[in-house]
């Protein structure tokens, strides 16, 4: 016999009536004691045994369905795991009874534990004539899978073999997978984990995102344990009834629940992937329903279809609360024009603050519709479906599909969207998939779409948003192809796609959700986008142009195209009954040649102007360029600023929107359908904001960050010179 060279403590735990009993006398034969466990009469079962020149000392915990706190037996069979950190846990499961065994495995998957997944009642598995594939089940759980008759004493030395493999950390297969809880969860998540990672948390031998599901779950146990091990969490877990209760009202139900569903998701379309054939055929609601969305070949078209009726929704039915909005902006512009006396302060107040946010403020309704139909995909299950089906998709491109999660989540916000890539298990994967994020459009770049495409497509502006976003997915996937095919050569990790049940949102849910969304653009437009319009404003204003005259002689070319304005501007003058007023058309354009020579006279004007000779071969002008270096701040700003520079010389009492739109239109701005589109592709590709790239650097790194930035500049710049370029060549304009 071989020397004891090392001892290896493992632990065996699985449902009752897994055969866990049946796999431990297997293992020890009748070395063994029994006993109780400390305090209570819960039998616990001991033995140890060599073999292969190891000495393996095996402890039976009780038989539980899972790891929470409710029973004795899931108190102990955890605290043991916590407190005596076996070395391998062996997990005993019923392979007739998969879907609810595996519930088991995943929670151990959370703590972090060594698995070793022990399919027992293999005999009666393969006699039913199932079949699944063991190595595909492997790579996807990321532990070693062994199968056993124990009754019969079959699969001892595999066992055996697997726990040294493991417990050497010689096995390939090993590493953690983490479930994914949904969009709405993983926020929250996210930020819990990093908090209790910064108090310390993982001292506990266990990892932090365990910790936070654990805590989000209300689990009394983990929070006295977190209270009294890691004095630096407690005001984290000071916090936690709170943070829990605002979850649950977000998700209409318990987070321990959608966390349960995370599980049962992760369950599900694992089976789906290792059933060779299904023999149990379940005609269940949800697998039915799954049959019809996640089909090979309707599943792609059916998506598309929902993404059709998302974005013509917003863009259709936002129009009709925009124009109460727009009322609104528009009186309150009125009436403080009328209350305060002229003079600078009145006019940074109406051309600035009122002007820039209430051209944001104007697309709040589009903003929730958005939202909410985007709740609607997510909480009904479907969400979790479209990453489904797009995962074959994203092999094809080198991407995963479990980042297609993170990627519908940049629709809303780039920052969260990143945060939630820690829910990809490689730092390759991570690094991609934050990489091409900011090509799903996020809502903040909505106002600006709507703006052109509703200036330039008017009928089709629905559809082209759709086509807006559509392209950034696509442009998302390629760019994820070739820098996985350049920048990161090895293979994408497998990962298991959540299929959690269907259900009805619920109307609470929902509006919950589409709050939060604008609970936080209420506060983007009273804080940076106000502060913003007021910069900006200030930018277009100063230094103040010598008045009056000398522009107007200066240059020839001015008086020039001064003549082709006036007819226009005779005509709009006088069809806004602003000549009734009596100004006169040649007044009036005299005021807009001065105040277009002012602007160009301004520190943005100056701005504008040195950047031209970049975006002029995009078919920008310098206004369009200024809209551009604004949306660095934030995206919403691009509006703003659009609407600072062409509300300038525009009638004071102006509605904003139409202003906006027919500043853009004016021809003497040279802004054609194709132009606009150029623009909106690079709207959509260019730099996120700053508060995205600053966590783009928190979480993968600061020459990430700038090769993010560079990248997507150059792209931005290379497409929408594309579009433009190329439109022309064909005599698109
Ligand atoms: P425990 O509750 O998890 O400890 O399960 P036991 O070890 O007591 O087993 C429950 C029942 O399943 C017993 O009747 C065993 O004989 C039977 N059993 C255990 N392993 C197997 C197996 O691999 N195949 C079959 N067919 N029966 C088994
Ligand atoms: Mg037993």
């Not at 932090?208 to 630096?232: C, F, M, Q, S």
């Not at 259709?316 to 305060?340: F, M, N, R």
């Not at 909480?379 to 080198?398: E, N, Q, T």
């Not at 998302?476 to 293979?491: K, Q, V, Y």
Request: aromatic share 10%.
């Amino acid at each position: 016999m071989q020397p004891v060279t090392r001892t290896i403590r493992v632990a065996l735990a699985g449902n009752p009536n897994s055969g866990k009993t049946s796999v431990f006398n297997l293992l020890t034969g009748l070395h063994h004691q029994v006993g109780n466990w400390p305090g209570v009469t819960v039998e616990r079962k001991s033995g140890a045994v060599t073999y292969g020149g190891y000495r393996f000392e095996f402890v039976d915990l009780p038989g539980i369905y899972s790891l929470t706190a409710y029973s004795i037996e899931e108190r102990i069979a955890r605290e043991y795991i916590i407190d005596e950190l076996p070395d391998v846990v062996i997990d005993v499961v019923d392979s007739g009874n998969l879907e609810r065994n595996l519930y088991l495995t995943t929670q151990l998957l959370e703590m972090g534990v060594d698995v070793i997944v022990d399919l027992n009642m293999w005999d009666e598995f393969s006699a039913s004539g199932a079949r699944l594939d063991r190595g595909r089940l492997e790579t996807l759980l990321g532990t070693p899978v062994v199968t056993t008759v124990a009754h019969r004493g079959e699969g001892k030395q595999a066992l055996l073999e697997a726990v040294i493999r493991l417990s050497e950390n010689r096995s390939a297969r090993h590493r953690h997978v983490p479930i994914s809880f949904g969009t709405h969860l993983e926020e929250v998540v996210a930020d819990l984990t990093t908090r209790i990672a910064a108090a310390g948390g993982e001292r506990l031998g266990v990892p932090a995102r365990y910790l936070a599901t654990k805590l989000l779950e209300g689990d009394p146990h983990i929070v006295e344990i977190l209270h009294n091990r890691v004095p630096a969490a407690r005001a984290i877990l000071a916090a936690i009834d709170d943070l829990r209760q605002r979850v649950e009202q977000a998700a209409g139900q318990e987070p321990s629940r959608t966390i349960m569903e995370g599980r049962y998701g992760f369950i599900s379309g694992l089976l789906r992937e290792v059933f060779v054939s299904q023999t149990v055929d379940r005609m269940e609601f949800s697998s039915q329903l799954d049959r019809v969305l996640t089909h090979r070949i309707f599943g792609l078209p059916i998506f598309f279809a929902f993404m059709w009726l998302l974005f013509n929704g917003t863009f259709t039915l936002g129009a009709y609360p925009q124009t109460v909005i727009a009322w609104l902006v528009e009186h309150l512009a009125g009436s403080a024009q009328a209350a305060l006396p002229a003079g600078l302060i009145r006019e940074a107040l109406v051309d600035g603050v009122i002007s820039g946010v209430g051209s944001v403020a104007i697309f709040m309704p589009n903003i929730m519709l958005l939202f909410l139909g985007i709740s609607i995909l997510e909480d009904s299950g479907y969400m979790a479906r479209a990453a489904f089906i797009m995962d074959r998709v994203m092999h094809l491109l080198g991407l995963h599909g479990k980042s297609f999660i993170p990627m519908l989540m940049g629709f809303g916000c780039t920052v969260p969207a990143i945060m939630a890539t820690r829910t990809l298990e490689s730092r390759r994967d991570r690094i991609l998939t934050s990489l091409v994020l900011s090509h799903m459009s996020c809502s903040a770049r909505l106002p600006v779409y709507i703006l052109f495409a509703g200036a330039f497509f008017e009928r089709q502006a629905g559809n082209v948003i759709m086509l807006v976003y559509l392209f950034g997915i696509l442009v998302a996937l390629l760019i994820g192809r070739l820098f996985s095919r350049t920048l990161f050569r090895h293979e994408a990790a497998p990962f298991v796609m959540e299929l959690p049940p269907y259900r009805w949102p619920t109307g609470w849910g929902l509006l919950f959700h589409v709050w939060e969304r604008s609970r936080h653009y209420l506060k983007k437009m009273g804080g940076v986008i106000l502060i913003a319009s007021l910069v900006l404003w200030v930018m277009s204003v100063f230094p103040r142009a010598p008045q009056p005259g000398p522009f107007v002689s200066r240059g020839e070319a001015v008086v020039v195209t001064g003549a082709q304005e006036d007819a226009v501007a005779v005509q709009s003058i006088s069809a806004d009954g602003a000549a009734v007023a009596g100004v006169s058309a040649e007044e009036a354009a005299a005021e807009r040649r001065q105040a277009a020579a002012s602007i160009e006279y301004s520190i943005m004007g100056r701005l504008g102007k040195a950047i031209e000779p970049v975006l002029r071969p995009l078919g920008f002008d310098w206004q369009l360029g200024v809209s551009l270096i604004t949306g660095f701040v934030a995206k919403e700003v691009v509006v703003s600023s659009l609407a600072v520079i062409y509300q300038i010389g525009q009638e004071d009492d102006e509605e904003i929107d139409a202003g906006l739109t027919s500043a853009l239109r004016d021809p003497k701005n040279g802004i054609s359908p194709l132009v606009a589109l150029a623009y909106m592709a690079f709207v959509l590709l260019y730099t996120p904001c700053i508060v995205a790239i600053l966590t783009i650097r928190r979480e993968i790194g600061t020459r990430w960050m700038w090769f993010d930035v560079g990248y997507q500049l150059a792209l931005a710049w290379l497409v929408a010179f594309a579009i433009y370029q190329g439109g022309q060549l064909i005599g698109l304009g």
